[in-house]
Nanobody
Framework: QVQLVETGGGLVQAGNSLRLSCAAS????????MGWFRQAPGKEREFVAA????????WYSDSVKGRFTISRDNAKTTMYLQMNSLSPEDTAVYYC?????????????????WGQGTQVTVSS
């Protein structure tokens, strides 16, 4: 079993930045490919970004490319999402997810474990 705990959410004004963290435990972190998803009110959960085992491979949705940066620190067993130039459209619950044994990309079904989510609210 893998436990994932997201932190760092909150209320921020448009144009500002926020950094989310996802702490993992229960399995060797470097064996997990990781991703971030988000779900806005009334909408389906959507892919945000993914990162490979060593951090050398990353993938972003078009809506966040150039504004968000996904990274990981295997020594700290933690993944991050640096979010810059935030807009109200980024308001959502953000979830981290982990995949064992494959690079899951943007497909939710490819992820094996999920965190409980952290709320990000961007005011205009």
């Amino acid at each position: 079993q893998v436990q994932l705990v997201e932190t760092g959410g909150g209320l921020v004004q448009a144009g500002n930045s926020l950094r989310l963290s996802c702490a993992a435990s229960g399995r060797t972190f470097s064996s997990l490919a990781m991703g971030w998803f988000r779900q806005a009110p009334g909408k389906e959960r959507e892919f945000v970004a993914a990162i490979g085992w060593s951090g050398g491979t990353t993938w972003y949705s078009d809506s966040v490319k150039g504004r968000f940066t996904i990274s990981r620190d295997n020594a700290k067993t933690t993944m991050y999402l640096q979010m810059n130039s935030l807009s109200p459209e980024d308001t959502a619950v953000y979830y981290c997810a982990a995949s064992v044994g494959r690079f899951p990309g943007r497909l939710q079904n490819n992820y094996d474990y999920w965190g409980q989510g952290t709320q990000v609210t961007v005011s205009s």
